[in-house]
């Protein structure tokens, strides 16, 4: 049979299925030849495949003497293709629409039969093109995009615009060109790619902070250059880190001063932050200290619960991040990063940052320990001087009062155990500790300690505390052994003011007189006694050198103490 002839029949059982269902026995139709067409019994899905394959043969001059089993073939590949293959008349109607069609486009190929193919498949900001692009076909013969392989966009039922794979095929006939299309979805693809830069990004950041932490630069330095490396995949402008500090319910997150800032006015950010702390829950870092999670803030310049909105907005940063960063099961740290509205903030760069903060946190911690390792391998040099010191001004003192051997070897004896027993207590910072026996202990190593007054509460100290507290205690004694003047040696005064309904504790510690002044203070002693009382017990030191002598004063918060609890 001439595949002219099966053209028609098939044809005509899809006029024939449309019309009347199933029930077309007695439907009759000349041909184009005169000879009457009868419908054959198959489904109208069927009739309208072996239709549009029996037009793509014809249109392509395909000749066989099997043209019937060729055009079964055909139209069952054409059904089976896993890309989606349609079929477009002149008008821009759907006359061809496989299963894979309806898959990927969501419409069923009665649903799409006949409807404009613009409205189906192609996205609103492209049906103008469409359709001058069809219409000057239609005109020329002629288009620019047709036996091509194209990469753009479609739109499936529900409006999703995804990117595919096209080739378009014209088919020539007198009553008007038809067209067919190839189409393979590219998101899947798509979708490998992005985790393929993904993970080139990622490994290219953990290069980065592998290769800073190899380096022989400050920890300071390195948190700056792995805050950058973060920024540069994320499109963000400024980063910092926050670093847990004090004990028990006076714990915060203090600023860090490691920053990286993309552009100088953003230092305005840099600057505010320096000046605040923030309780586990409070500010965007507290959140994501007390969530253990990651937390998100956008649009800033709206947001009244962002304690720093006015310099943030003020400089265009309007969206930001916090990842906590683990030492086991505990967060040490918080980074932020925070960038404009085109920063890159969704799910991909969050589990980027997580992985990030993880490598990152391991690095710190590294750095961390090898500069803790320094500082107790300087504290061991500077503890080994002031021992010395303190020997022998005990030597000095003891010697001068001691009226024979025997009784210089027992006064001596006594006080050289009262500084082994107060470098225990600090050994031991998990014993339980109250304000009064750590200064007691600090006390005793000075020659005539019974000269000393304390008159402060027996309040128990935080086991986290008590090294901290020991360490700050025993320098003020070490400065009064090496600076206070000889003749008033064991003359201290310390008392406190406590409030069991305040937040704080100060302590007071007055020496009469001093060779020391305030321009000398600077030394490591003065460094590390800082250090503890600020930094790691998130209080405050004010020091005052006069006539009168020296004093310090210390305001401690009271959960150090067990928000004040006294020793039972």
């Avoid at 026995?25 to 054959?40: F, H, I, T, V």
């Avoid at 079929?87 to 069609?101: E, F, L």
């Avoid at 898959?103 to 900001?125: H, K, N, T």
């Avoid at 937040?503 to 490591?524: A, F, L, M, N, Q």
């Amino acid at each position: 049979m001439a595949i002219d002839r099966l053209v028609e029949i098939y044809a005509f059982n899809s006029e024939v299925e449309l019309a009347h269902g199933r029930e077309f026995a007695n439907s009759r139709k000349l041909s184009s030849d005169g000879d009457m067409l009868r419908p054959r019994l198959m489904s109208a899905r069927h009739a309208r495949n072996k239709t549009a394959v029996a037009q793509f043969l014809k249109s392509r001059g395909a000749v066989t003497r099997s043209p019937e089993i060729v055009l079964d073939h055909f139209a069952s590949l054409f059904d089976r293709s896993l890309d989606a293959v349609v079929g477009m008349d002149h008008r821009g109607n759907v006359i061809a629409w496989n299963k894979a069609a309806e898959e990927m486009f969501g419409w069923s190929r009665d649903e799409a039969f006949g409807r404009p193919m613009g409205d189906l498949i192609v996205p609103q900001q492209h049906r103008s093109n469409h359709t001058k692009g069809l219409s000057r076909y239609n005109k020329t013969r002629e288009g620019p995009v047709l036996e091509q392989r194209l990469k753009l966009t479609a739109i499936n039922r529900s409006e999703f615009e995804f990117p595919i794979e096209l080739s378009i095929f014209p088919m020539r006939q007198s009553g008007g060109d038809i067209f067919y299309a190839f189409i393979r979805s590219l998101l899947h693809e798509e979708a490998r790619q992005t985790e393929q830069e993904r993970r080139a990004q990622e490994a290219d950041v953990l290069l980065r902070v592998a290769k800073n932490l190899m380096e022989d630069i400050s920890l300071e330095e390195f948190t700056r250059l792995c805050l950058e490396a973060v920024c540069d995949v994320a499109g963000l402008d400024a980063a910092h880190v926050f670093y847990i500090a004090g004990v028990g319910e006076a714990r915060r997150l203090v600023p860090s001063g490691s920053w990286f800032i993309s552009d100088p006015k953003f230092q305005a950010v840099a600057d505010d932050t320096a000046a605040r702390t923030f309780e586990q829950g409070r500010g965007l870092p507290g959140q994501a200290w007390s969530y253990g999670e990651v937390a998100i803030v956008k649009n800033i310049s709206k947001r009244n619960d962002f304690i720093r909105r006015e310099s943030f907005s003020s400089v265009g940063l309007t969206q930001g991040i916090a990842v906590p960063i683990f030492q086991d099961d505990d967060i040490f740290a918080v980074m932020e990063f925070f960038g404009s509205e085109k920063a890159r903030i969704d799910e991909e760069m969050i589990r980027l940052l997580r992985t990030v903060a993880y490598q990152i946190g391991l690095a710190i911690r590294r750095k961390r320990e090898a500069e803790e390792r320094d500082i107790l391998r300087k504290e061991l040099a500077h503890r080994v001087g002031n021992s010395l010191a303190i020997l022998n001004a005990m030597l000095r003192g003891t010697a001068s009062k001691s009226s024979t051997v025997a009784e210089f070897v027992s006064t001596f004896s006594v006080r050289l155990h009262a500084v082994s027993q107060s470098y225990t207590s600090i050994s031991r910072p998990n014993e339980q500790q109250t304000l009064r026996s750590l200064l007691d202990g600090a006390l005793d190593l000075l020659p005539n300690s019974e000269h000393a007054h304390v008159s402060v509460p027996d309040l128990a100290v935080a086991s986290d505390g008590v090294l901290p507290l020991s360490l700050a205690f025993s320098e003020l004694v070490t400065n009064h052994l090496k600076h206070g003047d000889p003749g008033s040696v064991g003359t201290v005064i310390v008392s406190a003011e406590w409030d069991p309904s305040a937040s704080y504790i100060r302590i007071v510690w007055k020496e009469p007189r001093s060779t020391k002044s305030e321009s000398s203070s600077s030394g490591y002693g003065s460094v590390l006694l800082k250090s503890m009382i600020e930094t790691h017990l998130s209080g405050t030191l004010n020091r005052s050198f006069g006539h009168q002598g020296f004093s310090a004063e210390i305001v401690l918060p009271n959960a150090i103490f067990g928000g004040g609890r006294r020793r039972e």
